[in-house]
């Protein structure tokens, strides 16, 4: 799965959480165990993890794991287990729970890293502690690539969608031996090949419907409850949100199309046509240092006819009257009047509106009907005031604007609920 800013949402996360297992387990072997159960302790022993594990990540770095393809952005499994072990440094918190996770089993077990099974748990332990991490990474990586609020249960649930749309893709696949799975989804009986089993190629294809019928009917088909009909209450919301589902799936399917066109044949092209022209230039500078000739690319300062030619400075964006006129009115205006004009001129939603001129409730501008109680007057009044700030606005001098220059307001204003 690709998501903007994301690193560790894509099947080399698998060879990325056994590398980190394998190399704690090394570190682990190597101190007492006992002093992660005192908190006074927790900040040394990070301390101590990191230096230990990223020694052991580097020797691994050359290994067939460590040389892996993490993701599809070029970066390799040990690079991107390197990341996250300094994310850890700069997260402690990960690391309290981590210790926090060996205490409560301690007190059930003892020191259970001695016995048999210890290493195993251990290991799920340490797995548990990064992917949490790693969800939080590129929660925070996402939010500074698109500017959009995003949480680790959100990265969650677009991981879970994925891995949805994996699963339906596969049911159509295995047509006509799917058939009844295949009906359950589309919530129909087909008669003949399904069209939507051909159509379906990108999860962007992939309906919102389609997703929560097969939550709902996996049980009946697979032995487990689908994802969105477990006793958990994690995605409980999200069945009855088809409309939520349905943008989830269209973002990833929008970002992997966008992101996937390095895999093509015509990116693959240019690579090559790329490439080609560096060899080129190397050959070139290569021989022209072998010849001993000059090799310099820019003229000598002093030899350039243009240096004594005046540059011209950047155009002058000087602050447009008009706009300061228009500011200085609204600034004067009441909030409520002002809120009713930009309803009128861009609507209850706009990317500009700050916090808190928005409805809790709606998150839009508030109606004008809750604009007048708000500022303690009827409507017909919140209108006739927000009437007058528009021919402000717009350079009209009377109280009606019949739209026929060029600087009148909008018209129909009177007519607006």
């Known amino acids: 799965m690709r998501l903007p800013g994301t690193r560790y949402q894509e099947p080399g996360w698998e060879q990325v959480r056994k590398l980190l297992g394998h190399a704690s387990l090394v570190a ?132 879970m969608l994925d891995m949805a749309y994996a699963a339906i893709a596969q049911v159509f696949a295995g047509w006509p031996a799917t058939a009844q799975q295949v009906a359950a989804i589309l919530g129909r009986e087909p008669e003949g090949l399904p069209i939507e089993v051909r159509q379906l190629r990108s999860i962007g294809q992939c309906k919102a419907a389609w997703v929560i019928n097969w939550s709902a009917t996996l049980e009946r088909f697979g032995g487990a409850p689908g994802p969105l009909h477990t006793k958990s209450k994690r995605f409980a919301s999200l069945r009855n949100s088809p409309e939520k589902i349905a943008a989830m799936l269209a973002e990833i399917g929008g970002y992997e199309e966008l992101s996937g066109n390095r895999d ?67 600034d004067s205006l009441a909030l409520p009047v002002r809120l009713a004009v930009c309803l009128k001129l861009l609507g209850p939603a706009d990317d500009s509106y700050p916090d808190d001129w928005l409805d809790g409730e709606t998150g839009e501008l508030p109606t004008l009907q809750r604009l007048a109680q708000r500022g303690g007057m009827s409507v ?27 600087g009148a307001r909008p018209i129909g204003e009177d007519d607006e609920p």
């Open 28 to 159: 682990f072997r190597q101190c007492e165990l006992a002093h992660l159960l005192e908190p006074a302790r927790h900040a040394g022993m990070l301390d101590w993890y990191t230096d230990v594990v990223a020694h052991a990540l580097r020797g691994a770095g050359g290994s067939l794991r460590g040389i892996a393809a993490g993701n599809s952005y070029g970066d390799s499994v040990g690079d991107l287990a390197f990341a996250l072990l300094c994310e850890l440094q700069a997260q402690p918190a990960y690391f309290a729970a981590f210790a926090a996770a060996v205490a409560a089993e301690h007190a059930k077990a003892g020191p259970f890293w001695q016995h048999a099974a210890g290493d195993a748990l251990l290991r799920k332990k340490v797995n548990d502690m990064y992917a949490t991490l790693r969800d939080k990474v590129d929660a925070d990586n996402y939010v500074a690539a698109t500017g959009q609020p995003c949480t680790p249960n959100r990265i969650y649930t677009y991981r």
């Open 264 to 330: 093509g044949d015509g990116w693959r092209h240019d690579s090559e046509d790329a490439a080609a022209w560096l060899e080129d230039l190397d050959r070139v500078a290569n021989e022209v240092h072998e010849s001993g000739a000059d090799d310099r690319i820019l003229p000598p300062p002093g030899e350039d006819e243009a240096d004594n030619e005046e540059v011209s400075g950047a155009p002058g964006y000087d602050a447009l009257p008009g706009r300061a006129a228009a500011m200085a009115t609204l």
């Open 380 to 406: 017909p009044t919140l209108r006739k005031r927000r009437n007058a700030a528009l021919d402000l606005l717009f350079g009209t001098n009377d109280g009606k604007s019949d739209g026929k220059n060029g």
